[in-house]
């Protein structure tokens, strides 16, 4: 198959990309730093050309809430466009696990909603991928607020996946069939955000002194049980010790 990466230089995509061309697909990569731009919709339309499915794990840049809506609103709305155009039969989004089930939650969620509903209202077939966060999220949501070796972080409660799990999952959807929402993909255990942190902290030898707060970024509506996989959820096998033990090598 011919499958589109947009994203392809980041965290997901590049395994993603990886995983794809290990399988023996054709990838087309996507993203500003190699010409194509889904805010501006340069080089999308070449991009598309031939293209069976499109996998998108963009991210924008730290905006406000509006600004991220538009953000992620615009260039779902380019992306869905040129794949009409283009003859694309499967749109698959990297999606968050939670954001439905919460009011608020960051400004990043606002435009997460945004992507999902344009794709739910649009005529491109899709499969939607709510994963919750990520094995090395924790670590970079304190780098957010660090300032002289002291930063803030919320006591989340999460089921961590590891980076090269969910781009594994992310590539064998993107050479089958549209599915529409897929359940919960997550790692193997709950954690505690602020333990995370401090633990791949502590590992790649960072001095930070951690102050546990819901005053930041992550608002109170995430507390509980808010951000955990829902049931029947796809777990996928690398737990977060597993993953911390390969960055300490
Ligand atoms: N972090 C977590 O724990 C977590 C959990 C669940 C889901 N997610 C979702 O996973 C997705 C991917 O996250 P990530 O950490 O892999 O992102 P990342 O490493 O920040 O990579 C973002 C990618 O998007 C590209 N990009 C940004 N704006 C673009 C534009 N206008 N046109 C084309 N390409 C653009 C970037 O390349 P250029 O800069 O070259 O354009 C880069 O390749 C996010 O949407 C996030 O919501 C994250």
Redesign the pocket.
Known sequence: MRIAV?????????RTVAFLEREGHAVVR?????G????TGQGLDAALEGVDAVV??????PMSPAETLN?FGT?TRNLLAAEERGGVRHHVL????GIHRIEGGTA?YSG?REQERLIEEGRVPWTIV?????H??AA?AASWTERDGVATIAPLLVQ??A?DD?AHVLAEIATGEPQGRYVDVAGPEPQDLVDMARRTNDILGRKVTLIPTWSGPFDESMAGNAMLPGENARIAPTTFDQWLAAVAR
Not at 6 to 14: D, K, P, Q
Not at 56 to 61: M, V
Not at 130 to 134: E, I, K, N, S, V
């Open positions: 947009a994203g392809a230089t980041g965290n997901i995509g590049a996507i993203s500003r730093s190699l194509v731009d889904l805010i998108d794990a963009i991210s924008s840049p953000y260039t990297l999606s968050i696990v990043h997460k709510p994963a919750t966060q990520f090395d999220f970079l961590p996946i980076p969910i």
